[in-house]
């Protein structure tokens, strides 16, 4: 959610929703369908005083699906079966204090901005330094308990060591990383969470490629939901039947608690396949008519084959299947189908699809699956 301050009532973008309204169809829909924790992240642009209502409203409205507000810092994570029917606010954190700090007096200009006055002790001297004020105010900020909102500088700067820390990161910051260092990257989110986000470039509200950052230990990779492409079929086929949340394969998560000795090389745990040969031929579902006009397309038993693909992660590899109508110009799409490639069954099988607003379509396909191992008879 975004909220920002054009209006003295609380509204969130990209629409004139008020706050309240939201919080409120959040409580009355967040476990409708899984009791499992929600992550609410807000992006917050409004004056402190606001921010100040914004708190009032999640804890009148949210009541006991809002976490309590601890007097310490958590030790480590709680996992999601600890959090069930509970709200996670990330938001961005504002420490208490400041190293070296004395005392801080927080107070508020007139037009709404927060002025810090910081006393410090530098070789016994006292000096008053003002100090840019945050931009959240440290009420709002310790709602953020288990997803503790972290601005991004390096794998190494200090607050890496919280365990309650979050990252979030456009894809082309995400891309560069894992580009200039994937093995640290890798290493961080088998115990850290990260989030990754579509860059604000993409106007048309188009998705990258959800599973490379999975394949980097991403835990939340957000899409832009306005749109049904092939960033959303694949996220899609990832937590089909699920209740959202997918347990992360072998060697994307520590074997004990944090801070147990593992091997840290990137991937020596990844329990990786090579296939020598993945079939899929399309049958009839019923008798022969036109491709054209018809409704059940007869594909002649068309064979398509994937050879020799290494490195296989099957809980982070898919078979998507996608109907497009051959029209005039750029074909379009009709239907589709993604399944993860550990829940593929081999044999004969019928696939249901959906069509392009993601919604269940009369479409079937009948498939003849194969897939060899290599090294396996």
């Known amino acids: 959610m975004g909220k920002w301050t054009n209006s003295p009532r609380r509204i969130v973008d990209h629409k004139e929703i008020l706050f309240r309204d939201v919080c409120q169809v ?35 409205i949210w009541g006991e699906f809002l976490l309590p507000v601890p007097e310490l810092d958590p030790a480590s994570l709680a996992s999601p079966e600890q959090l069930r029917r509970k709200n996670l606010v990330k938001v961005k954190y504002v420490p208490n204090d400041k190293d070296g700090a004395e005392s801080v007096n927080e107070g508020f200009d007139d037009d709404g901005s927060s002025i810090l006055e910081v006393t410090t002790t530098e070789g016994g001297e006292k000096k008053a330094a003002k100090v840019k004020p945050p931009k959240v105010i440290s009420r709002l900020s310790r709602l953020g308990i288990y997803t503790r909102g972290i601005t991004f500088k390096s794998l190494e700067q200090a607050e890496v060591s919280m365990p309650n820390h979050i990252f979030s990161l456009s894809e082309k910051a995400a891309f560069a990383i894992r580009r200039r260092m994937p093995k640290a990257l890798f290493t961080h989110n088998r115990d850290f969470l990260m989030r990754t986000y579509p860059q604000g470039m993409r106007v048309d509200s188009s998705n990258f490629d959800p599973v490379i950052f999975r394949r980097a230990g991403v835990q939340v990779v957000a899409l832009n939901w306005q749109s049904w492409d092939v960033g959303m079929i694949l996220n899609e086929g990832m937590f089909a039947g699920s209740d959202g949340y997918v347990l992360k394969p072998n060697g994307y998560r520590r074997r004990g608690p944090t801070g147990e000795s593992e091997e840290d090389d990137m991937g020596s745990n990844i329990e990786s396949k ?61 239907a589709w189908a993604c399944v993860r490639l550990d829940r593929l069954r081999l044999g004969y099988r019928f696939v249901r699809l959906l069509d392009k607003d993601s919604m269940p379509s009369k479409g079937i396909l009948l498939i003849k699956t194969v897939m060899t191992e290599a090294g396996v008879a």
């Open 274 to 334: 090579k296939l020598d040969r993945v079939t899929v031929t399309p049958d009839a579902l019923t008798a022969m008519t036109s491709k054209s006009t018809g409704t059940s397309p007869n594909f002649g038993g068309e064979v398509i084959e994937f050879l020799n693909v290494e490195g296989v992660v099957p809980e982070l590899a898919f078979l998507s299947f996608i109907v497009m109508n051959d029209v005039l110009g750029p074909d379009v799409m009709t």
């Open 26 to 60: 959040v409580r009355e829909y967040a476990f409708v369908t899984s009791e499992l924790p929600l992550i609410v992240s807000l992006e917050v642009h409004c004056t402190p005083l606001q921010q100040a209502a914004m708190v009032d409203i999640t804890e009148e």
